[in-house]
């Protein structure tokens, strides 16, 4: 694993995207910054930053209030210390903590829950064990 934008951009479009399990995604720091993401996903940097770590410690607000990606508002379904999954109609989104990073990935109508997690959940697990 190789720390550099265009080494992200890769994670991002080959081990999420390519699979046709994930419809957008994006990888951020711990500290909410953007490592990379797929074309026409959106983060606001200022909210990441104020609560992507914390909602994994406390998910609370997000069980109050959602969360927004990609401009629409994503209900808490389930979560814990590690992933949390949210739903908006038939879309839905994983995001999964590994040592220094949080992986978003998003599953439209056309594609199914649980081959989008497994998705998400490898490329994390391969992270997690590279100590990202």
Known sequence: VRNSRESWQDYVESQL?????????????????????????????????????????????????????NGDKYTFIRGDDRKLYLKKGLNGTFIVRTNRAIIIGVHNESQVPEPASVTVDKLADYLTASNF
């Open 17 to 69: 995207i390519a699979t046709g399990n994930v419809a957008s995604a994006a990888i951020l720091g711990a500290d909410g910054s953007i490592w990379a993401c797929s074309e026409g996903f959106t983060v606001d940097p200022a909210k990441a930053s104020q609560g992507s770590w914390n909602c994994f410690a406390d998910a609370a607000p997000l069980r109050n209030g959602g969360l927004m990606i």
